[in-house]
């Protein structure tokens, strides 16, 4: 059995260089490394040499000529780890660092799921981030019950959705469900992609499988964020119900999606409120409604 990590990064050098640390510290060694670079512009390819990288053995470094977002960069370093054979896949950002013993844990729960996602710690203040969520076909949001089961005892539950923070997903599944979809750039990309998978695995989130996660929190909108939040939100609401077996959208589920979304968007504008906020949302409304 082989197992490649696939790590995206984007102008996070230091954050990189401890991710790639956790990763090649891991009890059960990982056979490979994706790097996949989004043409980052902070000197990473040199920091990578100066530090060694570039001649350890078990990594393969990528660098884009364009940034693909986190979605075009876990497709491509998805499909490279396919392609090569491997038969787990393990994702994660650039500012994520597994313990040691992470990928061990996960695998030992290989014969309950073929989509494993792990607990991530925020190293900033210890707080365990909230993450037993699933996608509501009805209002197109994610419900998030805190970590209920952990709290409950239980070591791992069910979910319908993935983190690319971490997730550990199966050669079998990737050939069912295919690769994640790189047109969402950033926001709802692995929420979709672990919805499909739902469909044919029990899909879990395991409580002792730790990442220690560097940047806390995801800050204030901004009209960068809030523009994809919006058409992604229009674009997961399509590729949840299209890929499920059953399933239809009402008008009462679409009232209440678009409420959410209204919601979101007032908020947005008050945590940042002027001329390009109303353009990104505009945009962002204009952009999702037409599968733009």
Wanted: include cysteine.
């Amino acid at each position: 059995m082989k197992v490649a990590a696939v790590i995206v990064t984007y102008n996070r050098k230091m954050l990189l260089l401890e991710t790639l640390r956790g990763v090649a510290s891991q009890s059960r060694p990982v056979d490979r490394i994706f790097l996949i670079d989004n043409a980052s512009t902070d000197g990473t390819a040199e920091s990578l040499e100066a530090e060694g990288w570039m001649e350890y053995p078990k990594l393969s470094y990528m660098r884009m000529s364009r940034n693909l977002g986190g979605a075009g960069g876990f497709e491509r370093g998805m499909r490279l780890a396919h392609q090569a054979g491997y038969d787990w896949i393990w994702t994660m950002d650039d500012d994520v660092e597994p313990d040691n013993n992470t990928l061990e844990i996960m695998l030992s729960y290989q014969d309950i799921s073929q989509c494993i996602n792990a607990t991530k710690i925020f190293t900033e203040n210890g707080e365990v981030q909230y993450w037993e969520q699933f996608y509501d076909f009805a209002t197109g949001r994610l419900v998030d019950l805190k970590n209920v089961s952990f709290y409950s005892g239980r070591e791992w539950c069910p979910v319908n959705v993935a983190c690319f923070e971490g997730m550990l997903i199966s050669r079998e599944l990737v050939d069912v469900i295919g690769f994640p979809d790189p047109s969402y750039f950033i926001y709802h990309d692995d929420t979709a992609y672990g919805v499909k998978a739902s469909f044919h695995t029990c899909v879990i989130y395991v409580r002792h499988a730790v990442f220690r996660k560097k940047i806390y929190g995801y800050g204030d909108p901004n009209p960068f964020r809030s523009y994809y939040m919006i058409r992604n939100s229009f674009r997961l609401k399509r590729d949840s119900f299209n890929a499920a077996p059953v399933g239809h959208s009402t008008k009462f589920s679409n009232f209440l999606f678009f409420l959410n979304l209204l919601k979101y968007s007032i908020h947005a504008f008050r945590q940042q409120p002027g001329l390009k906020m109303i353009e990104a949302l505009v945009k962002g409304w204009s952009d999702g409604i037409r599968g733009r």
